[in-house]
């Protein structure tokens, strides 16, 4: 018998004018645990509406959508959302916050004890590639890639099961972006986070994700490994979404057939 995926939204709806038209139409989208799955479309395909569904950031209109076996719907929203890991795609910090206060606001939530939170913090700087001394440090001094390394670190902080991310890294320049992604990726492995991602950058998904799904006016189209979908898909829409430059090929199949070496041997 198949596991139950961690995440399960089955024909979800979502319409923000009664019915006229549709944010999110019958969208259907499985997530195994553990896995990385980055969600791509071009712009109002309905890629973060899906993604807010999951933590009730949005509610559907109709369908369903569950998390570990139960309806959204049916949890307690706070309880949810404090379980689940969010990154904002310009870092969401609060910026009275100092950085130990952003990324331990989930965890004092929870009622862990100072000393807990402060090793934490700690930790997660180190893990981040954050200096130490950043921890007294405000937002508005980082630089753009140090506060979205701030807001991953918040996002993990309470050892979240799956963590959401909404175009992660698509303010910054593309080497900070491709460095922080690749920081990312790592520890999605090694904590065994479930995450899904919200990109518009193709490569970005095909290099970090085990699975794309491809939506466009609200449905998801095809739901595959990123080589199936460039080598064995047939959807013309798909096929044009997903396509890569010839010169970015070969970086792209390294990168693949590395993280399924490295997989098969994990």
């Known amino acids: 018998m198949a596991a139950v995926p961690l995440i399960h939204i089955c024909d979800a709806c979502k319409s923000y004018d009664a019915g006229r038209s549709f944010a999110v139409h019958k969208a259907n989208l499985s997530v195994a645990e553990g896995a990385f799955v980055a969600l791509v479309g071009t712009s109002g395909s309905g890629k973060t509406t899906l993604l807010k569904f999951i933590n009730r950031l949005v509610q559907q209109d109709s369908g369903s959508v569950a998390v570990a076996g139960r309806e959204t719907l049916s949890s307690d929203v706070l309880s949810l959302r404090r379980s689940i ?3 904002f795609q310009n870092a ?27 090793s934490r913090v700690a930790e997660l700087l180190e893990l981040l590639e954050l200096p130490r001394g950043y921890a007294s440090r405000y937002p508005a001094t980082l630089s753009g890639g140090e506060r979205q ?10 050892y979240p099961r799956i963590v959401l991310m909404d175009e992660p890294f698509g303010a910054l320049d593309p080497l900070t972006r491709d460095t922080i992604g690749a920081t990312y990726r790592k520890l999605h492995d090694q904590f065994g986070f479930t995450t899904l991602m919200v990109t518009h950058d193709v490569q970005e998904a095909i290099l970090l994700a085990d699975q794309i799904a491809v939506m466009k006016s609200g449905r998801v189209l095809a739901q595959d490994t990123p080589r199936r ?20 090929a070969e970086q792209i199949r390294a990168a693949i057939d590395s993280r399924n070496e490295g997989n098969a041997h994990g």
Do not use: C, K
């Open 85 to 87: 890991g969010y990154v």
């Open 229 to 248: 979908l460039i080598l064995e898909n047939s959807i013309p829409d798909v096929s044009a979404l997903i396509s890569v430059p010839r010169r970015q």
């Open 92 to 118: 969401g910090l609060f910026p009275h916050m100092s950085v130990a206060e952003n990324i331990g606001i989930t965890p004092d939530l929870l009622g862990w004890p100072a000393e807990r939170i402060t």
């Open 149 to 158: 390394r701030a807001a991953v670190a918040r996002a993990i902080a309470a």
